[in-house]
């Protein structure tokens, strides 16, 4: 007998309506918190058409901010992400981009491109909706931290948000939130933030503190995997192996002018990586 045949048993068909309904509309709140992608595909093209020189051939993507916490703090725009490359050589960003950028796109077309956490406060000032509670207190800490880890990103960083360190207190009428989200591979340290709130729930003031130190980067560790020294290949090997998967575009381009033999020391250590989950 399913779920729905001991409601229908113990408590009656009408019931079971009345839980249905409630179940459908909860389902139908959930999807409407998820980016639509012919929204999503609509509010990039804002970004290029704002940024001709995303056009240019050679440069990054685009990469929509899809998670669901920030669409539900902000369901009026779409959030992208573009990052220029860092290791093993800088990838120079053109006027007026920086190397990380963070667009966010209204749906009347207005981007708005920030570049650092003042110009993340300034947004939440004017975007966030009133905070009232504990819940919308927590949900916008939660959502600062994911969009304020892109600036310290640099595409080997992998980030966590402990749902125990989200905390909101109430004094005097007013909240106030706190969260923090740490480095969960390729390097150490987090980034703390506290945001304060009037009694009216209207943003007055974000406090951040970032002590996130970046872990092995490529700079030539795939070259030196048939080095004459035992040593030097297994030095090189190991730092691969820590970077794991986000190692692997540069894999891919030192594969690319590699020699047969080298090619196939990366192919067998880029098969390791697969296999053994770094």
């Known amino acids: 007998m399913n779920a729905a045949t001991r409601i229908t048993a113990l408590f009656g068909a009408s019931l079971l309506a009345v839980i249905t309904t409630r179940l459908d509309a909860v389902r139908a709140t959930a999807e409407d918190q998820k980016p639509g992608t012919e929204d999503t595909t609509r509010a990039e093209e804002f970004v290029r058409k704002q940024f001709p020189v995303l056009r240019t051939p050679g440069m990054p993507p685009v990469v929509p901010i899809a998670e669901k916490m920030v669409a539900r703090i902000f369901p009026e725009y779409r959030f992208f992400v573009l990052g220029f490359r860092q290791y ?58 994911r969009l304020a880890e892109e600036f310290t990103q640099d595409g080997f960083f992998k980030f966590s948000i402990p749902q125990d360190a989200l905390m909101a207190v109430r004094s005097k009428g007013a909240w106030k939130a706190s969260g923090k989200v740490v480095v969960a ?94």
């Open 88 to 145: 093993p050589v800088a990838q120079v960003a053109p006027e007026p981009l920086k190397t990380r950028n963070l667009f966010v796109v209204a749906k009347d077309g207005k981007v708005q491109h920030l570049t650092d956490p003042k110009g993340l406060e300034k947004f939440f000032r004017a975007g966030l909706t009133a905070v009232t509670d504990e819940t919308s207190a927590k949900h916008s800490a939660e959502a600062w931290l």
């Open 185 to 278: 591979q390729g390097g150490k340290g987090e980034i703390t933030a506290d945001l304060t709130f009037t009694e009216a729930g209207k943003l007055t003031k974000v406090e951040e503190t970032n002590t996130v130190k970046p872990g092995v980067r490529p700079i030539c560790q795939a070259t030196k995997l048939l080095d004459a020294d035992p040593l030097v290949r297994r030095m090189a090997e190991q730092d691969i192996l820590v970077m794991g998967r986000t190692a692997q575009e540069y894999l891919e381009e030192q594969r690319a002018k590699a020699r047969p033999k080298l090619k196939q020391a990366i192919d067998r250590l880029w098969q390791r990586i697969v296999d053994e989950g770094w």
